[in-house]
């Protein structure tokens, strides 16, 4: 099992930024995926970014189209410690963000944006967007 904490979040206004961070204890060998989603209320979770990783092979990021040219994810490998950078945030951006691992290696957008892919999760960050 892996245990993942986010932190980060907070109240920003609409075009400002924040970074999210998401720390792994555990079984941090057997991941290959973290995935950051997210919830607004009175709507389902859903995809924002992803990046998938194996020694010795390529590392690919994913984003959904609705973050693209905004979000950037990293991971920090000595810290076991993935980031989302969050830039020209907008209200609609407002929600628990969640990380989440996955012990699939996977170069398909499909498979790192289904949450199906991933077995332990964060317990989430609140984003809140101001106008």
């Known amino acids: 099992q892996v245990r993942l904490l986010e932190s980060g979040g907070g109240l920003v206004q609409a075009g400002g930024s924040l970074r999210l961070s998401c720390a792994a204890s555990g079984r941090t060998f057997s991941t290959h995926a973290i995935g950051w989603f997210r919830q607004a209320p009175g709507k389902e979770r859903e995809f924002v970014a992803a990046?998938?990783?194996?020694?010795?092979?390529?590392?690919?990021?994913y984003y959904a189209d609705f973050v693209k040219g905004r979000f950037t994810i990293s991971r920090d490998n000595a810290k076991d410690t993935m980031y989302l950078q969050m830039n020209s945030l907008k209200p609609e951006d407002t929600a628990v963000y969640y990380c989440?691992?996955?012990?699939?290696?996977?170069?398909?957008?499909?498979?790192?944006?289904?949450?199906?892919?991933?077995?332990?999760w964060g317990q989430g960050t609140q984003v809140t967007v101001s106008a």
């Open positions: 990046i998938a990783w194996r020694v010795g092979s390529v590392t690919y990021t």
């Open positions: 989440a691992a996955s012990t699939y290696y996977s170069g398909t957008y499909y498979q790192n944006s289904n949450q199906n892919s991933y077995d332990d």
